[in-house]
């Protein structure tokens, strides 16, 4: 069933929709194992909508969502929420709420009402907070930190819920260039080292190309093109997927493709 | 540092619980007759002097256990709706369980008062039934608001105003007794009641605890957007409406037994929250704060004044002083707020 034979999440002509408005059509896709995948495209192009369906926030209207082979919707959300864990967008933190506390949250999927706190979870912690550095942090409340540690802190939450893949909702918003670098860095870091599959949504077209192995690419709720950056971002990608007309250099530091916008194209 | 995450709440129970010990221990010593605590020990097995016997076991017993219970109902009331609605503002007492209450038992005893089978109903059914229904009334005009923020609490405090209202005009065309018996029953009051009163308030409580023991896991992480709890496999709505069910349960039986005792279920929470320092409000832990401020206000409001006080009127300046004090304290490290 699968689009690629590595993949295992999946797409099938998914419909999504707010009530009447249709956000995304016929949307089949699938995500390479123990890759990086970047979901780009214009504002309001059903990206996040996707995104949300993949880590079943939202029923689709038509197709169906699977995971290692079964419909994520029949299966037992614990037993989902233990593969796949999902960082929203700017999350909120209570006040009061510790960096280790909120780390220790995302270990609710492997507890139980009976079973509250474990060795597995204590290891389990200090390893998400090792991994994203936030150990020295760790007793600080999350609302005193800045907006890098605190999206560092978040990602350490999502860490410790030790799920083979890891969606994230466009992880660099309102952070400043060095810290978006960071925190991409910080998600590289745990594809490489800790072999996790990650599915985002990122605003920056560059940054995508930077760190996805795998773009997804869609406009006006449907997928466009997909493929690795070095293949699929031409002039003809921004201008079919953006709508902007510009040029695509190659950055001769980094190896990528870099696109420079010069102007959007009138439709 | 590898410390269990909530470590602080188990210590902050152990130590709330000692308190409420030591203070239900003064509670039973203290009246018109001190016992020593050798004289209360035996008191309460039924040897010592017959009026000893008497004041402890068939007096301050039935009151101490009546003040613990319908305190401890208030504060894990109010700790599961503000936690639930993530408003520290959102108490039962303030959403309108207390003016249902309020004005069901005050019409008992206003139109009661005319004569006519209404009057046969025992005042406590009739807050009992009150509060019930308002908190009916509650989610039926909050349900589209899905039983969470602002809106909840703005309908229940449009509810309880005009509640409130009737009550008020209720007063003031009863006789000068009946008004002044009903705005003793209003400022919530504990005299004269025992054991009958406390019995479906430890029913509930009873009750009401080990659902909030099964459903805490799930309620804890009720401190984040649905968006998350999703995707850890809650069901956001379904466990609010379960927890706010058991509220106001405990605040209608609460508030049946004792009449609307102010400010407990409002503050409780607060103070527990803070006190161990986590962002959530732990619900057994407010019990154990609000069975200690009933408890102190009304072994106070018995024992310092030359006249027996509602407890109600000592309630809040008992608990108020506590959070001011919490609030004013400077954040370090964890700290709250």
Redesign the interface.
């Known amino acids: 069933m699968s689009l690629y034979p590595d993949s295992r999440l999946n797409g099938e002509g998914l419909r999504l929709s707010y009530g009447e408005r249709n956000v995304v059509e016929n949307l089949s896709v699938g995500f390479p194992d123990g890759k990086i995948t970047v979901i780009v495209g214009a504002n309001a192009c059903g990206k996040s909508t996707a995104l949300r369906a993949f880590s079943r926030l939202m029923k689709p209207e038509g197709g169906v969502v699977t995971l290692d082979g079964k419909s994520i919707a029949d299966r037992p959300s614990r037993e989902v929420a233990k593969t796949l864990g999902l960082l929203p967008q700017s999350p909120i933190a209570p006040e009061g709420l510790s960096v280790r506390d909120l780390v220790a949250r995302g270990r609710h999927p492997h507890q139980s009402w009976w079973k509250q706190w474990s060795d597995d979870d204590r290891i389990a912690v200090d390893a998400a907070l090792e991994a994203t550095g936030m150990i020295e942090l760790a007793e600080r409340d999350v609302d005193e930190l800045s907006g890098g540690q605190r999206q560092r802190a978040w990602i350490a939450m999502a860490v410790a819920q030790e799920t083979d893949l890891l969606l994230l909702d466009e992880p660099t918003t309102y952070l400043d260039i060095a810290h978006q670098l960071d925190v991409l860095d910080l998600v590289a870091r745990l594809n490489r080292q800790h072999g996790r599959t990650i599915v985002m949504v990122l605003h920056d077209l560059n940054l995508a190309i930077r760190y996805a192995d795998h773009i997804v690419a869609m406009r006006g709720g449907r997928l466009i093109v997909e493929g690795p950056p070095k293949e699929i971002i031409t002039r003809e990608f921004l201008a079919e997927v953006f709508g902007v007309a510009g040029e695509v250099v190659m950055d001769p530091i980094m190896g990528h493709p870099v696109v420079l916008p010069h102007s959007t194209i009138a439709r | ?6 470590a602080s709440v188990a210590r902050a129970i152990a130590a709330a619980a000692l308190v409420l010990l030591v203070v239900a221990v003064v509670a039973m010593s203290v009246g018109d007759r001190a016992t020593n605590p050798a004289e209360l020990v035996r008191a309460l097995f039924g040897s010592g002097e017959e009026n000893v016997v008497y004041a402890v076991r068939e007096v301050r017993l039935p009151r101490v256990v009546l003040a613990v219970v319908v305190g401890a109902a208030f504060g894990i009331a109010g700790g599961i709706s503000q936690g639930v609605l ?1 408003n520290p503002l959102a108490s039962p007492d303030v959403l309108g369980v207390s003016a249902g209450a309020s004005v069901a038992a005050v019409g008992v005893m206003a139109i009661g008062a005319l004569g006519g089978p209404i009057g046969l109903v025992p005042i406590p059914v009739a807050a009992l039934v009150g509060g019930f229904g308002a908190a009916a009334l509650i989610a039926a005009l909050g349900f589209g608001a899905g039983f969470r923020g602002r809106s909840l609490l703005l309908v229940g405090i449009a509810l309880s105003t005009a509640l409130t209202g009737i009550t008020q005009y209720l007063l003031t065309r009863m006789d000068v007794a009946g008004a002044q018996s009903a705005a003793s029953w209003l400022t919530g009051s504990l005299n004269a009641r025992g054991w009958d009163d406390a019995a479906p308030v430890l029913i509930g409580v009873a009750v009401v605890v080990p659902i909030v ?6 309620a ?2 009720l ?3 649905d ?2 709890t ?5 069901n956001g709505s379904a466990v609010r409406v379960a927890l706010l069910a058991c509220s106001v349960s405990l605040a209608a039986l609460a508030t049946s037994a004792g009449g609307p005792i102010g400010f407990v279920a409002l503050v409780s929470g607060q103070v527990a ?1 803070r006190t161990a ?4 409000i732990p619900p057994i832990l407010s019990g154990l704060i609000g069975a200690i401020i009933v408890l102190v206000a009304d072994t106070a409001s018995r024992t310092v004044f030359p006249v027996q006080l509602p407890v109600g009127v000592l309630t809040a300046i008992v608990g108020a002083p506590y959070l001011l004090y919490l609030l004013q304290r400077p ?1 370090r ?5």
């Open positions: 540092m590898r410390i269990r995450p909530r993530r023991l099964i459903l805490g896991h799930s804890r992480a401190i984040f957007e968006d998350l999703r995707n850890w496999g809650i929250r320092r986590v962002a959530d954040r490290g964890r700290g709250a707020l």
